[in-house]
Structures are given as C-alpha cells and as structure tokens.
C-alpha cells in the first residue's frame, strides 16, 4: 500500500509527564464506553454478588435494557467487547456483540467486588460494614485491592488498543474503579456517581496508567 503524507508524518508528542522526562510519541490512547449490566436478579435481591459461580441472570427488565443498549450504540464502531466473569455482564453485551459481530472476551479483573465470606448478605449491609468498601471485612476486597487489578487491567487494554474504541460491560463499582484509576487517581466510591443498569458512557484515557521515568500515577 502507498504510504499518505500522513501516514508518512512523524509521530507527534500526545503526552508528557510532569517530570519532564518522559514523552510519549504515537497513536493516541483507547476509548472505553463503559456499561453497567442490566438489572440482574441480584439487584432485585438487593444482595451483594462477587463470586462469578453465584449464578445471577439478568431479569426480563434487564434483558430489554441490553436490547436498547446495543441499539443505542448501533453506530459506534469499536474492535472489542470485554465483560466480567460475571453471566449478568455477558448477558448484557449478548445484543451488542451479535449486532457488531465481535466475539465476547471475559476478564475475571473486571468482576464485581470480592465480598468474601460477606458474600450473599444484603448490599446496604455490605457498604456499612465495610465503611463503603475501604476496609475489609471476613476476606472482602477493598477499594486498594480493586485498584490494583484494574490497574493491571487498563495497562493490558492500553496495550493492546491503542487508539481504539473498546466496551467493557461491568458493575457500578468496577465501572466507577476503572475511571478513577484511568485518571491516575485512588479508588474512592463515595465519589463515583450512580449508574443505572444498561447505561453505557465513554472516557478516553490519554495518558499512560503509569510514568516510566518518575513513577507518578503508579502508586493507586
């Protein structure tokens, strides 16, 4: 293939850390529109859910919730459709990955907050005792801990989509996670702002998860 002069341009600077020592040359970094999973049977529960074995459908509401999210993003173009283990999150992305003909790829590091022997007890109960997921309680997950998979997460997602546009299927606090960490930030869920099931919104990470030379935005 003949090489356009833009093809041929030298790759320009599209991030710099404060440091000044490191800049980044190259395509631009990955759109993420992320979806929260339609409502499940444990939302109609009112439990908290973290272990992928615990089998929650998606409910009849849920259902429609996952048709019109993928006729919602009929238009958008994307390379790939990334879920939890979670069958509440592949039942979500089920529409949209027929409609893009993209095969679903799961990642147990986008699951729900490991809730340890607390699993199964009602959600409210959970943030309580837990202090809204900042300290652990019988083998609970943490905000700290669901940082640092996430983090590895998005580290992995950055390089392999580099500029661009991948859906991840997730849960409210999984989803409000990974934009904190995306911006280099903790993981505080007294921040995020509540998502309803089958919503879906985009961020572009533009930066990378981690400075190579000074190490800033490593430390989540």
Request: hydrophobic letters at 35%.
């Amino acid at each position: 293939m003949i090489k356009t002069k833009a093809q041929e341009a030298k790759p320009t600077v599209y991030w710099h850390c404060d440091c000044g020592k490191t800049n980044i040359k190259g395509r631009q970094k990955i759109k993420v529109i992320a979806m929260r999973h339609g409502e499940s049977e444990h939302n109609t529960l009112g439990v908290v859910n973290g272990d992928p074995k615990k089998i929650f459908h998606l409910t009849p509401k849920g259902k429609k919730q996952a048709k019109h999210l993928a006729k919602k993003l009929s238009s958008k173009k994307m390379v790939a459709i990334i879920t939890s283990e979670m069958l509440r999150t592949q039942e979500t992305a089920a529409p949209l990955a027929k409609l893009k003909a993209i095969g679903i790829q799961t990642d147990k590091r986008l699951n729900d907050i490991g809730a340890g022997r607390l699993e199964g007890i009602p959600i409210l109960e959970f943030r309580k005792l837990t202090n809204n997921i900042k300290k652990s309680v019988k083998g609970s997950e943490t905000n700290a801990d669901l940082g640092k998979r996430l983090k590895s997460f998005l580290q992995d997602l950055v390089d392999c989509y580099s500029g661009q546009t991948v859906a991840i299927v997730s849960s409210e606090i999984v989803l409000h996670a990974l934009w904190q960490v995306s911006l280099g930030q903790p993981c505080d869920e007294d921040l995020g702002e509540h998502l309803h099931n089958g919503v879906a919104y985009e961020f572009i990470i533009n930066s990378p998860i981690c400075c190579p030379s000074c190490g800033d935005r490593c430390a989540i």
